[in-house]
């Protein structure tokens, strides 16, 4: 059943290039890490795919790269303005995993977070583009971080661990290679985000998977 | 007013006011919105399977929305053997919209989907922008399909002909029970910073409020020369864009890119309508089909009467902004 509610905004923080929306949560549930929401982005057409970066009692926070028109428009919220949420949408991370890994792109560490606190905080492996960027890891418990050229690919350890990634998608298609049973979370541009629309899905291993129904966390590239 | 409506459908209880345009909703995932809609339209089916366009599939513009799905299907026989079941199941009249790459392909797929119970009307989308267009002409597709089936069958043209009247008469001469105006058109959107296409296929089919003034000249201009029902689509968001397409001379309205951001749209729309149409003088929405072409007869509200019951001293109501804070 699909749930959407206008929450109202509590708080807009910058962590370096980032802005952290943190909502009153309302009648939205968390969820379970690295499913989707939709937040309304004001001004715009469509709603702006994000998933839940933070999950205080009674909040929920959201990491924002302010990258094009509806995203800024999101950052510049400000406390009091409402916006309409709808979600959890989709798969999240499967969370009966042995040796968790956390490994986190760019905006896309934007999961770890609440995934660290519902795993315990297991170690996590980061990387920016820029020491600017990297202020981000700040919300990443236990991580290692590392900043471009250094990818994190490059420092992937050889052990067998249980790898829960989101980042860029050349970053993950290298995952799926080093690590074929790894959780990863996928993106692409989203008009509904409830397996309307048909404009999410994406053609992995010859089979088309809608990143809002069937995804976004795909395992080893397909669930 | 309500034979207008009932036409080519069959006798209904209620008119059917609300539906959505196709390819924009997949009943199966989000049963609750096809629920609240009075009549559900498939995605279109083609006779055979169709993956869809490669990524990006969509870029949102400031004045509307531009989508390359390309028709992704799973085609007819799937279709039937599959979803129709299911789709029979949710209990909300079932509109299949067909497509095909010429007219047997059409007249084919009509023909399987004929004694199917589950099927109360069929769209031919003869308009994609998305797809190579089909071979032959609107006309000689829906006769074709008129052929092999007795089902209300609507033409979904798209407004970007010569004369969208002539095509218009020349599908109601072959046969057609109903127009769904309008399709998509054809735009493009680059990137800001690189130039290139956002678009996979570069190309993609422009929907959303950019839209509303094309389909309500298309609704407008087919209710002058053909008494076919009307399905009126194109930027629909408000009450008062459904309502304008009614006085445009559409029977029913269908959403389309409103649905993405607001899943409760159809129930809210709806509402909208109701006190939009109130707010004019009108008993119904119903009644204020055909409003815009002047004929006064048979309406609770004449044109007089709607220039006094409209609220002239608040001068914030009616205007966008008022409908969207009462949302």
């Given amino acids: 059943m699909l749930r959407r509610a206008a929450l109202s905004v509590l708080g807009v923080e910058p962590v370096g290039p980032y802005t952290l929306l943190r909502l009153r949560r309302g009648a939205i549930r968390p969820g379970v890490p690295g499913q989707l929401f939709m937040l309304e982005a004001p001004g715009r057409l469509l709603p702006r795919p994000m998933s839940l970066c933070l999950a205080p009692p009674g909040e929920l926070g959201f990491l924002i790269d302010p990258i094009g028109p509806g995203t800024r428009a999101l950052a510049c919220l400000e406390p009091g303005d409402e916006l309409g949420v709808l979600g959890p949408l989709g798969h999240g991370f499967r969370l009966d995993v042995e040796r968790p890994l956390l490994v986190g792109g760019g905006i896309g560490i934007a999961p770890l977070p609440y995934l660290s606190e519902r795993l315990g905080h297991p170690p996590a492996l980061v990387g920016f583009r820029s020491e600017w960027h990297a202020e981000a890891a700040a919300l990443v418990p236990r991580a290692e971080v590392v900043v471009e050229p250094t990818l994190v690919t490059e420092r992937l350890p050889e052990e067998p661990w249980d790898v829960l990634a989101c980042g860029p998608e050349p970053m993950l298609r290298a995952l799926r290679r080093l690590a074929p049973s790894a959780q990863l979370a996928w993106e692409a541009p989203m008009a509904c985000g409830y397996g309307a629309c048909y404009s999410c899905a994406v053609e992995l291993d010859g089979e088309w998977q809608r990143l809002c129904v069937e995804g976004p966390v795909l395992s080893g590239g397909l669930r | ?327």
């Fill in chain 2, 1 to 327: 007013m309500a034979e207008t409506l009932r036409r080519g459908a069959g006798p209904e209880r209620r008119p059917p006011l609300i539906l959505n345009a196709s390819g924009c909703l997949d009943a199966l995932t989000a049963p609750a919105v096809a629920r609240s809609l009075d009549a559900f339209v498939t995605k279109t089916v083609t006779p055979l399977p169709r993956g869809g366009n490669p990524p990006v599939r969509i870029a949102e513009t400031d004045v509307g929305l531009l989508n390359s799905i390309g028709l992704a299907n799973l085609g007819i026989d799937a279709f039937l053997e599959r979803q129709l079941p299911r789709l029979g199941e949710l209990g909300v009249p079932l509109w299949v919209s067909v497509g095909g790459f010429a007219a047997d392909g059409y007249a084919a797929s009509c023909a399987r989907l004929e004694g199917r119970p589950e099927v109360e009307a069929l769209e031919l989308n003869l308009s994609c922008p998305n797809v190579d267009g089909a071979a032959g002409t609107a006309a000689e597709i829906v006769l074709a399909c008129r052929r092999v089936t007795a089902k209300p069958l609507y033409a979904k043209l798209s407004a970007a002909t010569w004369d969208l009247g002539e095509t218009a008469r020349a599908v109601e001469a072959a046969g057609a029970d109903g127009l769904s105006l309008v399709n998509t058109l054809r735009g493009l959107a680059l990137d800001e910073r690189t130039l290139q296409p956002r678009l996979g296929t570069a190309l993609g089919g422009l929907s959303g409020p950019a839209l509303r003034p094309v389909a309500l000249a298309a609704v407008y201009a087919c209710a002058r020369v053909t008494t076919l029902p009307i399905v009126g689509m194109g930027g629909v968001a408000r009450g008062r864009d459904a309502l304008a397409l009614l006085a445009a001379g559409a029977s029913r309205v269908a959403l389309g890119t409103v649905l993405f951001g607001d899943p409760q749209a159809p129930a809210r729309i709806r509402a909208e309508l109701a006190e939009e149409a109130a707010l004019l003088g009108f008993r119904t929405p119903a009644e204020a089909v055909g409003a815009a072409h002047g004929r006064e007869d048979g309406r609770s509200a004449t044109l007089d009467q709607r220039l006094r019951s409209f609220p002239q001293n608040t001068c914030k109501l009616g205007t966008n902004e008022a409908v969207d804070r009462r949302s």
